[in-house]
């Protein structure tokens, strides 16, 4: 009996340690989703602003082709969302 009791105690000292460790590596995770969550809608504009000037030539100057320009503008658009809806799902089930 006091080989059980001097096991359980042993496994108990074992374990307290690695809950902590877990704590912690949550409230990390917590602390690096909310800043991605405060930055990224700033990346996003960045991203979308460079995407509109790359793409401006085509609505703009001699060899202006609006159907092109639109064209190329609209599927940014829906790459972009469609990284912007991945990334927010993966945040979603992460934490």
Do not use: W
């Not at 359980?8 to 809950?19: C, S, W």
């Not at 912690?24 to 996003?44: A, H, K, N």
């Amino acid at each position: 009996m006091k080989k059980f009791i001097l096991l359980a105690l042993a496994m108990l000292l074992i374990t307290v340690p690695g809950f902590a460790q877990i704590g912690g590596i949550e409230d990390s995770v917590d602390d690096v989703s909310s800043t991605i969550r405060t930055v990224f809608p700033i990346i996003l504009g960045v991203i979308f602003l460079v995407g509109f000037l790359f793409n401006a030539g085509h609505f703009f100057g001699e060899n202006a082709d609006l159907k092109k320009g639109i064209t190329r503008v609209l599927v940014f658009v829906l790459i972009a969302g469609a990284v912007v809806g991945i990334f927010t799902y993966l945040i979603g089930i992460v934490v």
